[in-house]
């Protein structure tokens, strides 16, 4: 374990050479888990040995915790066959095998795979490819980007940003680039058209079809959507939301980009959430855990008629160096052969029951819990000051930073994202949490909740 006098002195060169790209400030470092030494299973371990749960898997890369002994394994064989990227960036048999493997368990006729090192080329590389597709069909007109504003979260590069629901995040980099046209993102809890389920007939939803014939559809290539809008809180659509949303992009001839670079890979309860709300998008951004969280991996998961086109055409120039390593691709084929052989596409719909049920509990006897919301074990708590209103917190950060000193008080690492939109606790808990697990996180949440009530009411 790190002496206190080596804490001491990393925290220093933290706050000294360090600029963190999270918005972190430098009297960040210096408390419990702001800089980790080590980690096992779902737990990471601090400078000051301090361990405690992750209930965020590094933002949901690390679904089955941190070195899961046969991910590791089929990362270390690997490894030593060929320990880097391979000459003239051809692919290895793993990565053969994990693009055939997505084709297998992935929606309708989504069968192609372009990979790269992470979410953002994997989203951006969606981009690339929609406006080449066009403009292999004759339609180079076809350049425009719709996406939803606020919250969906795509990525850090300029473009990516210019496609960003986050104000925080874009206005420091404007001017942003042009061709990227923003619609509302549905939230029901706070409908930004202030209406409701099913007065409203999915209002949101037909509001695509409103923007796509101002701009006119033959100007626009594509629409770029999470499925839960991860980055606004954990907001599950409303149902037929993305139905919707699929038929109007195929009756204008748009092609759809779904972002599941956190919800992929079995936390929503299906391999991927387009799944769950009938959809097959015509593209499918796929990172984080497609390494099983080992490493800087991504893809970009084609249909088979947009993949022909870009095969054909022979001239596609989306790549990196790193970009689809084969050690990665063997870890991520030894998460999704877990996944299947322990059935935890079934357990990420219990885990979900179980905590829908004591978080509902808990949301109908507190007077600060606003909301609670979920796909599989991807979930979110709102708080708020009062119920009735919806009212937030005076000071966001002040409680952001209250909920996370309590949850290390209980050995736990809970994050209150975004205070730019209030109070939300957001979770991407481990497929293979244990029920345990789950009372530690859950007890933690509720004793943050009574002491917020006695604190801020």
Known sequence: MTSRQEAEELVTLAREYYVSGFGRDSGFYGKPGSIIETADGHYAIDIY??????????????????????????????????????????????????????????????????????????????????????????????????????????????????????????????????????????????????????????????????????????????????????????????????RTIRDICTKYGVLLIADEIITGVAKSGYWFESEKHGIV??????????????????????????????????????????????????????????????????RAQEIEGIMRARLGTLASQSPVVGDVRMTGTIQGVELVSDKTTKSRFADPREVAAFVSEVGREHEVLLNCQFPQYGNIITMYLPLTITDAELDLVYHSIEDVVQRIEQRYL
């Open 49 to 242: 040995g301090n361990r405690l749960f992750d209930t965020e898997t590094c933002a949901s890369a690390c679904y089955l915790g941190f070195g899961h002994p046969e991910v590791m394994e089929a990362l270390k064989t690997e490894m030593a066959r060929m320990p880097s990227t391979t000459p003239l960036f051809v692919p290895t048999a793993p990565l053969l095998r994990l693009g055939e493997k997505l084709a297998s368990i992935s929606p309708g006729d989504l069968k192609y795979s372009l990979f790269s090192a992470n979410g953002t080329d994997a989203t951006e590389g969606a981009l690339k490819i929609a406006r080449q597709y066009w403009k292999a069909l004759g339609k180079g007109g076809k350049y425009k980007v719709l996406h939803r504003v606020p919250g969906d979260y795509h990525g850090m590069s300029l473009a990516m940003i210019s496609a960003s629901g986050h104000t925080f995040r874009r206005s420091p980099y404007e001017p942003l680039m042009a061709g990227f046209v923003s619609f509302n993102a549905p939230h029901c809890y706070r409908c930004p058209v202030e209406k409701s389920l099913p007065d409203c007939q999915l209002f949101c939803a037909r509001e695509l079809e409103t923007v796509i014939r101002f701009e006119d559809p033959d100007t626009i290539a594509c629409v770029i959507t999470e499925n839960t809008n991860t980055g606004l809180g954990i907001v599950p659509p409303p149902s037929g939301y993305m």
């Open 281 to 346: 998008p015509d593209m499918l951004c796929i990172g984080k855990s497609i390494s099983a969280g080992c490493g800087a991996l991504a893809v970009t998961h084609v249909s088979e008629q947009v993949g022909r086109v870009l095969a054909e055409s022979g001239n596609l120039h989306h790549g990196f160096t790193y970009g689809g390593l084969g050690y990665l691709a063997a870890a991520g084929l030894a998460g999704i052969a877990y996944i299947e052989n322990h059935d935890l596409l079934s």
